[in-house]
């Protein structure tokens, strides 16, 4: 999900997990998803955007979980950037796998995820601006959208 939103990301760190002492970063360079130190996606012909940093909204409620919990960890930091909704799921972690005295394995969350500016995330993630609107509305009706859309009309970058 990361390499996907990654241009509007931006390059550089974008986060961490932590596990008790060990730190591993997550971090977007030149089109490519870098996790502690192994390249997970190599992308030939990275997009590139024409106005770099662009104003971003971030939505989000109780569905958002897990790998996309890191994507708004990611978001988390950057500038031009809010984020507008209810809280996460509450499952900012990464899968580590451990293996059985009988070769079978067990995957479990066992790291938080950290953002660029040091602040870890360990439950639900709170959004920037709180809307508790109820589930989806109708195409051009949603109020949470609306409160983004009125956000981003008041960036410069989105003039």
Do not use: G
């Given at each position: 999900m990361i390499s996907g939103v990654g241009p509007i990301l931006g390059e550089g760190h974008l986060g961490t997990f932590v596990n008790g002492t060990q730190r591993q970063e997550w971090s977007y360079e030149h089109g490519n998803l870098n996790n502690g130190g192994?390249?997970?996606?190599?992308?030939?012909?990275?997009?590139?955007?024409?106005?770099?940093l662009p104003p971003v909204a971030?939505?989000?409620n109780k569905t958002t979980a897990s790998a996309?919990?890191?994507v708004v960890v990611s978001f988390r930091g950057r500038p031009n950037t809010r984020s507008f909704g209810t809280p996460t799921y509450g499952v900012p972690t990464a899968p580590t796998p451990f293996t059985?005295?009988?070769g079978a394995q067990v995957v479990l969350g066992s790291t938080v995820e950290m953002d660029r500016k040091g602040q870890i995330y360990d439950g639900?993630?709170?959004p920037d601006?709180?809307?508790?609107v109820p589930g989806f509305s109708q195409p051009g009706q949603d109020p949470l959208v609306?409160?983004?859309?009125d956000w981003l009309h008041t960036q410069a970058a989105c003039h």
């Open positions: 192994y390249i997970q996606r190599d992308i030939l012909h990275p997009y590139s955007l024409h106005k770099p971030v939505l989000t996309a919990e890191a059985l005295s009988d639900p993630i709170a601006e709180s809307a508790n609306q409160m983004a859309h």
